[in-house]
């Protein structure tokens, strides 16, 4: 993989000078008719050995480039907040809107390789991380995202022959650290462990780009002249290589039977027992968010279910056991403009919360494979690779620490109707009734058959769903709150 | 001040029993107009005596209330992403949106009122506190914010008492730290220091409620009696009494001279001295950059200037001189759906960097007494009170260590034709020229009277506006990085 970053390549002056100018006036072409037309977000990660010129090509990109719509990402330390929330969060954070290009100085990669090189993780926890981000860039790359990966390569001759020049130099010596050195003498562990990581991870939508770091000239053409083709490439229309394909669509079930119909709706409970239980399991949720251990977790539930199946309701007998200070309800509805610009997922992952926080999802990523599915609002490859985006996506969180407790509240046709007359005899409810609902109820089967294709699928050991019978709300309300404290002593 | 907050205020059972659900119903009913509407944002600040029931009534005002309506703020300890910068920093990105009400469980009075109880800042900081307190919630005010700020009072007997009742308390125990009986010893400086702050920070616009906190249903029954009763005026349409009123608004200087037709535009440098400066000037302002005092300071740059002034070029000249990992150019644009539901100010303050980073606004907040005043986008009052708010930004910035440096790059009107005819006839510049620049020129004596009222108005010590003659590029170029290098040099 390496072979032919290490024959010293170089570009003379005469060269240089001629195609230059060329190139960084097609990439602000390129950069503008992507600006205006704001298609795709690129995102451009830069990994690679110490001294083999990753800053200054960064440098040189700004320079040759608008640099108002770049956004470089020095991936450092994380910060206090970011540590308090999912690996995968500051990442998110930083992608670009489309019609910008991100920069990542340091990635998703850093980690998963310099913890193997140091021997913090095992082969498998590689081989793990590697099938994550495999998955991740698949997931940017099917949002429409162009991604480039460049690794700078040095031979271990040509590492330490820079690193000491760039020691001497009077302007540059402060780029050399201590870890630098350290690093160096783990040079054919790193570049064992670096090789087997880019061979995996190169594919078509994503493809690792292997530049020989030993001449700046022969760099900055190199990494210029791939960014411009392949923006040329997507500008002109071409599109990339679709990712592994999805799941084969889910076909209804040859017996007719499912997981919605299959609940007894008919649950109830009285309301003198409901106060007793009600009382009883406000007081152990409550002790439980407070409890210590729950400091190095977070909680992270959704409410779906039918138009007026509850879900507010149930919402409140929840957070009426929280500190007001610890949680967030999040009601999701159409995305605003900056998020429509960013990969589906962004939107809630702006809202995980901090360790020992809650946060609450009145509708949530399912939309995506629920109302977005059967009202032919997303296209079916979109939905399709959704269940298994939203699968890693809750692993991730899992990982982290977070609780994920998710809800489908389930009422009937006839228990639905009267809930919206209702609504539309009582004054302030009035509000909550939309026309949309009453023609959400014309695809009640689509949305029973969507439904149970979304429990199917995304009902896992890490979050797993709850369906409620919630015709009668004490019953539901009771089921919600048992679960949630049930989930939170299972992770304690 | 808080003489009939220690009548021992009392709610009886019967009374509250009838009252609250009403109280509830009319509660919900406001916030879900206000919901719809999205007119404004609540603002309520919760502040007052340890022990005196804060907790629990915004406990009870989301059991109340729709939960996914309301945002609750807990300020505590300020993260290090929050601490790298100004301390305003944190609590604008906690504002709420047009339609939501936001709580904050501490605010900007906790730390000005502890640190003077403590002895930490004397009486001239709280003053200069106080004032900065006024001009920002006029301005929240002006912005269209019901702001509510709730002081929960106990008589130093009545705090004792409950100190120690909530200590035995087998739930609510942990509500009492050590912290709040080392407050309770400075019972008296701090009753001292929060009556004055509070008799002289209550306004119209903004006024102070304070609330017994000894009873919990009188406690309950008067905050949600308070915030349903400004809710409903608002939602009624009466409008807050005016914040202080603005400066007059600023007449044509009575002899026709100002600030830019002053200016020598004829200012030129030849290339070969450009070169030879710029190279020099770069690698003075990468070291400064690069200084360990920088770390301790963050740069704020912004680019203002005619259409086709040369803007782009300017900042491509400072970019190019620093380390991509820590400048961020922001373009400023039109507003997106989320910052329209801010205040003004907002989508700026989302931008200012960590210490030791570096961010270039390419047009900025100076949009409003710009294009907003001259295209009458807002109403006078709007761009009036602007100049006030953008110079209380600035000196927020500036006190926590930011080095501002504001340009106006000028060029006269027959230099400007000529660059736009040059971009019509440049394949890639042609995506720079809009319809708008040729209909701005049309305003052109609307827009110089316009900046010279900005700069008269906004030029100050600490963020003083540099005016660049940019007929001649190489000449606007060399200013801008010189005066970037001397603004530094001086804040060292």
Not at 478 to 488: A, D, F, P
Request: proline content about 5%; overall charge neutral.
């Amino acid at each position: 993989m390496f072979e032919s970053a290490e024959l010293g390549h170089k570009i003379d002056k005469e060269t240089y000078d001629a195609e230059e100018p060329v190139l960084r006036l097609s990439l602000l072409e390129a950069q503008f008719t992507l600006a205006k037309t704001r298609d795709f977000p690129v995102i451009v990660l830069i990994g690679g050995v110490d001294g083999a010129g990753k800053g200054p090509t960064v440098n040189v990109l700004n320079a040759w480039m608008d640099p108002r719509l770049i956004e470089t990402n020095a991936m450092g330390a994380p910060s206090d907040e970011e540590e308090d929330r999912p690996r995968m969060w500051r990442f998110w954070r930083a992608l670009p809107p489309a019609g910008k290009i991100g920069i990542f100085f340091g990635s998703w990669y850093s980690q998963p390789i310099l913890n193997r090189v140091y021997g913090e993780t095992g082969a498998s926890d590689l081989e793990k991380s590697i099938e994550e981000i495999e998955r991740f860039e698949a997931m940017l790359a099917a949002e429409g995202a162009l991604i480039l990966k460049f690794w700078f390569h040095l031979s271990k001759k040509a590492q330490k022959k820079r690193l000491k020049a760039l020691e001497k130099d009077s302007v540059n010596h402060w780029r050399v650290q201590d870890t630098d050195w350290e690093r160096f003498e783990m040079y054919d562990r790193f570049r064992k462990i670096s090789e087997l990581t880019l061979r995996r991870t190169s594919k078509g939508h994503a493809p690792w780009h292997v530049v020989e770091g030993g001449d700046e000239r022969y760099r900055n053409l190199t990494v210029g002249r791939t960014l411009l083709a392949a923006l040329r490439e997507r500008l002109d229309g071409v599109q990339p290589e679709p990712a592994a394909a999805a799941a084969p669509p889910p076909l209804p079930s040859v017996d007719g039977r499912n997981v919605i119909d299959a609940l007894d709706l008919s649950l109830a409970l009285k309301k003198k027992e409901y106060e007793e239980r009600l009382a009883e399991l406000q007081g152990r949720f409550n002790g439980l968010s407070r409890h210590k251990k729950f400091a190095r977790h977070a909680l992270v539930a959704v409410f779906e279910g039918n138009d007026a199946a509850g879900k507010g309701g149930a919402i409140r007998r929840m957070t009426g056991a929280l500190d007001a200070r610890f949680f967030r309800v999040v009601p999701v509805a159409a995305p605003t403009e900056e998020e429509r610009l960013h990969p589906y997922l962004w939107r809630f992952w702006r809202h995980i919360p901090r360790r020992g926080n809650c946060v609450i999802f009145d509708r949530s990523w399912y939309g995506r494979v629920l109302v977005e599915r059967v009202e032919e609002l997303s296209p079916e490859d979109a939905w399709m690779r959704a269940y298994g985006e939203i699968n890693d996506f809750e692993e991730e969180l899992a990982r982290h620490g977070c609780i994920l407790a998710k809800f489908w509240l389930a009422i009937d046709r006839n228990e639905q109707e009267a809930r919206f007359r209702a609504r539309q005899d009582t004054g302030y409810k009035r509000f909550k009734l939309t026309p949309d609902d009453w023609r959400n109820r014309d695809k009640w089967d689509l949305y029973v058959h969507a439904v149970s294709d979304m429990v199917d699928r995304t009902s896992t050991s890490v979050a797993p769903w709850t369906l409620v019978e919630a015709n009668d709300k004490y019953h539901a309300r009771i089921k919600v709150l048992e679960t949630l404290c049930e989930r939170i002593e299972a992770a304690f």
